[in-house]
């Protein structure tokens, strides 16, 4: 058999031969991709933790802190008051994530920012990995475009800070990668130690750093035993031996380990059953499931990304055959980790938006392979040109090299239309994006007003949580170590569970009979919608407090929060005579005058309370001023006056209802939106999907007052395109729902966002 065609010349370091210039530009263009993806990734590290799947990252936390504390080596994510038994730990994933957050704990303490740091780090060192890959493996340009390719992508972006599975066994397994190659071109001991260590790491990752390992080491067999003719001689087949029997040794060792562990402590069948639900659904044809999730793989990828990512395919594994050279392999190894965890395990990827996040790696060495390709071409263009105008060209592999890397900027930077704003996207919906429809809860006030009740609850007991609380781990997390207890029923009088420190509850996912009852039978501390009592204190008239919200500053913006405001807890007797009218209880009106907004529709139903018809009228003409006037009219004689919509940090639209007394069944004022075009410059298609995004009432329409106006704040998480926002009513249970009188169908218009 021929050998096969011969490679580009190397220096004595192993690398391909290059340009200094074309170092230099490679080299800068590393160096922009890498601060800018730290600083995307480094972005609101030190804020608190909250709902979506950004959630999960504070249960690195919980975890940490037992394995510390009761000295143990597997994962518990719930708090205990004695050692947890091994039927405790989690065991669907190797637990190296765990340990590593562990560790940076150890160091550090109890921190929000210790439940991102992992990542963080991680991906800081990503894109000078790709660099160097792509460096090693072709020339300085390819691992350029590697580099900035990855740091584009709406996926890499929303994930960067993702204390996950993906990101450290991407980071971990290319610095195993680089080890291999360089270990092939140098024979040197220390590049061995680097691929070892790399592979050892991401196999402690998750399973797919298996399927990574495995088609590697079954190349390796090809490459080195069954037709080494196809790929020419081996630089030092001893090291090479010593790579595969260490590496397929690894991760022998490392699987036998896991399954060891989790037999051990009872987890395997829970293993087993696990991703035998992942992977449920598989019958249903590939064609059928990527069309229902066309809309996920494009906002996360973009069209442009992904023609690229098929076209790239069918090149790295022509240069494979072609070429036979054993590197080109390595874009292909991580298509085929990429597309076993997101074809095989098809549950996971139906409610998981980042499931695809192994293809980030496999694009970026696969445009690195793009760049590789088309510089010799152009290179070869260029010095026809020049000599027809010139009669003779000398080549130019620099310029060459820079065409190349200018040609690769045009997709990239479409991909950067999409791929930066989706970041936006994705940290202020907890990384959820679209959630295909649902509800989408940010939980930043909820995360405040744990901070400030936290002090009033004792170190030991347990806080018991109605199921409106929606607990997530960033809620545990925030309450410091403490005994958490969800999806608890409303305390009866004198009847709370023994050791029980606090009951908390979100009254707007609370019915009006549950709120009742706390109201009657404790004293409730009320911030915003959230109440909290304690078991043992005698009861008492609601005591009330609101946040009074700003915009964050440049440093806040950055480092805590750039997805929600700075907020601060404050009595409000305003809201604490709204309440307490609304639940029987003795109330005083404030005698200072009203400023804000909301203080003027409290101060308007007082007067109309009162039977002062004058102030009320005044009253309201004054708040009339400060909306967008809506006048949409229902049938139980409720009416929509008008909106106020403030844009920043967490845009907010406030809707502003005259009502025309109680409801007779369980109404719910509600929003919904709809895209309507899409978004300027984008590729991506439009989002189809009807949003659910008005929160239901923390007072109750049952309880409304003939006469009283009420107000409801609605979070706006803007979607790409122009989407249109309706108001409506709906009914929890059993009832029917008022009709707008005017507005058509879907509800009256409120709000339009281009």
């Not at 192993?14 to 490679?26: H, M, N």
């Not at 590593?100 to 000078?128: E, M, N, Q, W, Y």
């Not at 036979?324 to 298509?335: D, G, K």
């Not at 298609?685 to 409304?704: F, H, K």
């Amino acid at each position: 058999m021929r050998s096969p065609p011969p490679a580009p010349p190397r220096g004595p370091d192993g690398l391909p031969v290059a340009d200094p210039r074309e170092e230099r530009v490679a080299r800068v263009a590393m160096i922009v991709a890498t601060v800018w993806f730290t600083l995307a990734a480094g972005w609101e590290l030190f804020g608190p933790l909250l709902a979506g799947h950004y959630a999960s990252s504070a249960s690195m936390g919980i975890i940490a802190e037992n394995m510390l504390r009761w000295r143990i080596a597997g994962p518990v994510w719930e708090y205990t008051t004695s050692a947890p038994p091994p039927s405790m730990y989690y065991c669907h994933h190797p637990w190296g994530i765990f340990w590593t957050t562990a560790a940076l704990t150890k160091v550090f303490g109890h921190h929000d920012f210790i439940c991102r740091l992992a990542p963080v780090l991680l991906s800081a060192v990503t894109p000078p990995l790709l660099h160097a890959i792509g460096r090693a493996v072709w020339r300085p340009i390819a691992g350029a475009v590697a580099a900035l390719s990855f740091v584009v992508l709406p996926i890499t972006l929303a994930f960067a800070n993702f204390n996950a599975l993906e990101v450290p066994v991407i980071a971990w397994s290319l610095l195993g990668v680089w080890g291999f190659v360089r270990m092939t071109q140098t024979g040197k001991r220390r590049h061995l130690a680097a691929a070892l260590i790399g592979t050892l790491l991401a196999l402690n990752g998750d399973w797919p750093a298996f399927v990574l390992a495995g088609a590697l080491l079954g190349f390796g067999v090809l490459r080195a035993y069954v037709a080494p003719s196809l790929f020419g001689k081996l630089r030092s087949e001893h090291r090479y031996a010593q790579w595969w029997v260490l590496t397929s040794s690894l991760s022998v060792l490392t699987f036998l380990l896991y399954i060891w562990l989790f037999q051990k402590a009872g987890k395997l069948d829970d293993l087993f059953g696990s991703y035998g639900q992942r992977s449920s659904g598989n019958a249903v044809p590939l064609s059928a499931v990527l069309a229902s999730r066309r809309y996920w793989i494009e906002l996360t990828f973009t069209p442009i990304a992904i023609a690229l990512g098929k076209f790239a395919a069918i090149v790295a594994l022509l240069r494979l055959v072609v070429l036979r050279r054993e590197h080109e392999i390595i874009p292909l190894v991580y298509l085929a980790m990429a597309t076993v965890q997101y074809v095989v395990f098809k549950q996971g990827a139906d409610i998981h938006v980042f499931w695809p996040h192994y293809f980030g790696a496999y694009f970026a060495l696969a445009m690195g392979a793009l760049a590789a390709t088309l510089a010799p071409a152009i290179g070869w263009i260029d010095e026809g040109i020049r000599r027809r105008r010139h009669g003779k060209a000398d080549r130019a592999p620099a310029r060459a090299a820079m065409i190349t890397l200018g040609v690769a900027m045009v997709p990239i930077l479409a991909i950067a239309r999409d791929g930066i704003p989706a970041l936006h996207y994705a940290r202020e919906t907890g990384g959820r994006f679209n959630e295909k429809g649902l509800l989408i809860h940010s939980d930043g006030a909820k995360t405040a007003f744990l901070r400030f009740v936290d002090p009033t609850i004792p170190r030991t007991g347990t806080v018991e949580m109605h199921e409106g609380m929606k607990t997530t781990w960033g809620q545990v997390w925030t309450l410091g170590g403490r005994l958490v207890a969800q999806l608890r029923p409303v305390p009866a009088r004198g009847k709370t569970s023994a050791g029980t420190s606090a009951y908390l509850a979100d009254t707007r996912f609370m019915l009006d009979a549950a709120q009742s009852e706390l109201a009657s039978g404790f004293h409730v501390t009320a911030v915003g919608p959230f109440w909290k009592v304690a078991p043992n204190e005698a009861a008492a008239p609601i005591d009330a407090f609101s946040f009074v919200e700003r915009e964050p500053s440049w440093w806040e913006w950055y480092f805590v929060s750039g997805t929600e405001p700075h907020r601060e807890v404050v009595a409000d007797p305003w809201l604490t005579w709204e309440l307490r009218t609304h639940f029987g209880q003795p109330a005083v009106a404030p005698t200072e005058a009203p400023v804000t907004l909301e203080q003027k529709r409290i101060a308007h139903n007082i007067a109309v309370a009162a039977g002062d018809e004058a102030r009320a009228g005044a009253l309201m003409d004054e708040i009339c001023k400060a909306l967008t006037p809506v006048h949409a009219k229902f049938d139980d004689g409720s009416e929509l006056v008008g909106s106020t919509y403030h844009e920043g940090a967490r845009s907010l639209l406030t809707l502003y209802v005259l009502a025309g007394g109680p409801s007779v069944a369980d109404v719910q004022l509600t929003v919904r939106s709809r895209v309507t075009k899409a978004a300027t410059l984008s590729l991506t298609v439009l989002d189809g999907t009807e949003r659910e995004v008005g929160i239901p009432l923390g007072l109750a329409p049952q309880r409304w007052k003939k006469g009283f106006l009420y107000s409801d704040p609605v979070a706006i998480r803007k979607r790409p395109g122009t989407e249109v926002f309706r108001a409506s009513y709906w009914v929890r249970g059993r009832g029917v729902a008022p009709k707008a009188l005017i507005g058509g169908v879907g509800g009256v218009e409120v709000l339009t966002l281009r």
